[in-house]
């Protein structure tokens, strides 16, 4: 047992070196800048006091993502190298909550899984870049899930309890303290993102199904009343109103055109999710099938944890319909779901893998995933420091504008990138100085325009 657990705390100690070299080469991008102002009086910000009016401004004109965007404006106050440790602590921290939910324990479970859920993480994840590494981007899209896996803990508890036929705890104080913990948890989980918060509905409604299947007592705290709350904070916001009014309203008419596009996305993005789980499911109705019982009844015998979390990666996914556009970015929840999910499946195949001629290809197939990963991370950090090293040539230049009291800079776009950057998709400089992207980061440096060169032979 401690030889295990030193095992899992060295998969934790690399992960968090590993994403830590990420994270230090990755430079500020597009709203980080933004965000390191006010949106109350336009200044600085330093202190709590002003991420907390600026939250409120910020509420009204763009969006109510309070918890997340909050959490953001707190960080970039911060120390560039305090903040890489702080996102490569969460990246290491979401992986054993991956864990913990898949099994409903973390110091039991071979140090491999773990290796297995980061790797899987790392590849799986759409744009690794935007949704890690990026200060602004990341407090979302890997902030907001760690938050509410953090608050699905004592949901995935009382399930536990019913696996290991233990009795539910229902004093009337234990009572009270968790529904006033989970309604504080749940408004923060609630209030993260659009479709993380469709995610987490379902999941707790499909704990409550489940609950009531095992017949156990709902009590209070279990009904989500906090996050249903922190929903309505989050969609209702002023800002987020004006957003949707100024794109012309969500379009119903164009709703079953939208459902076609999430569909194909969703093949495009979750593939893995859909071949592990076929595969998975073949193997355990090939394996276990027989007289006594059916198909239906060894489906229904699965882990209720991992259907749940399908339901759970299948929302957050398909929420998005009701918006014209569904960046990249926000994959990261799927794909978290998606892998407790499938990991929970998964577990049902240990009387196949435990046979000796099993556990040695399961071994051969998990040396080769790690050396592959190996060689993906090594590209992975010599793209981001290359990205960060042509950053670097862009802010002499715009440091030389400054000492030479100009108020005007020319630099390079950044146009070599990929998924590990955050640049995928949305690009960085626009080709119009008028444009956000260009004055947030004149603003940020004290210039008046930046104006993009894409011509690489003037530097």
């Known amino acids: 047992m401690r030889k295990k657990r030193i095992c899992l705390v060295c998969v934790c100690i690399i992960v968090f070196i590993m994403m ?200 209070p705290w279990m009904l989500g009343i906090g996050n249903i709350l922190g929903m309505i904070v989050l969609y209702f916001a002023p800002g987020n109103q004006k957003r949707v009014s100024n794109a012309g309203g969500i379009n119903l008419l164009g709703i079953p055109k939208r459902f076609v596009l999430v569909t194909a996305l969703f093949l495009e993005k979750m593939w893995f999710l859909v071949l592990f789980l076929a595969v998975i499911i073949t193997v355990i109705v090939l394996f276990f099938r027989n007289k006594e019982l059916d198909l239906k009844s060894i489906l229904l015998s699965l882990p209720l944890q991992g259907y749940i979390f399908l339901i759970g990666a299948l929302a957050s996914a398909y929420s998005m319909i009701l918006l014209s556009f569904f960046p990249i970015k926000a994959w990261s929840s799927c794909v978290t779901f998606s892998i407790i999910s499938i990991l929970s499946f998964f577990n049902e195949l240990k009387s196949v893998i435990e046979s000796s001629r099993n556990k040695k290809l399961i071994g051969v197939t998990i040396t080769a995933v790690i050396l592959v990963f190996g060689g ?67 603003r940020y440096y004290g210039l008046k325009k930046l104006v993009r060169d894409d011509n690489m032979n003037n530097y």
């Open 20 to 219: 830590f070299l990420m994270n230090h080469f990755t430079p500020m991008h597009a709203d980080d800048y933004d965000y390191s102002f006010s949106f109350y009086n336009g200044e600085r910000i330093h202190s709590l006091v002003d991420v907390f009016y600026s939250q409120i401004s910020h509420y009204q004109v763009q969006n109510g993502r309070i918890a997340t965007l909050g959490f953001a404006q707190i960080l970039l106050m911060l120390n560039a190298t305090v903040i890489d440790i702080i996102l490569s602590s969460l990246f290491v921290l979401l992986g054993l909550l991956i864990l913990y939910h898949a099994y409903g324990c973390i110091w039991d479970n071979h140090y491999l899984k773990l290796a297995i859920i980061y790797i899987a993480l790392f590849i799986f994840t759409p744009s690794v870049g935007q949704s890690y590494l990026w200060t602004n981007s990341a407090s979302i899209y890997l902030g907001g899930v760690v938050m509410i896996l953090i608050y699905l803990i004592p949901y995935r508890m009382v399930l536990r309890n019913i696996e290991l036929g233990r009795s539910q705890r229902n004093g009337l104080l234990y009572n009270l303290i968790m529904f006033i913990w989970m309604f504080a948890m749940g408004v923060i989980a609630g209030d993260t993102n659009e479709n993380m918060s469709a995610g987490l509905l379902f999941i707790v409604i499909g704990y409550l199904i489940c609950f009531k299947i095992k017949h156990i007592i709902i009590q």
């Open 376 to 442: 993906i991370y090594i590209n992975a950090v010599f793209t981001v420091k290359s990205a960060n090293y042509e950053n670097s040539k862009r802010l002499a230049l715009i440091y030389e504008a400054v000492e030479n009291g100009e108020d005007t800079a020319t630099i390079p776009a950044l146009i070599k990138y990929n998924k590990y950057t955050p640049y995928e998709e949305s690009g960085e400089l626009s080709w119009d100085p008028s444009e956000w992207p260009n004055k947030s980061i004149a």
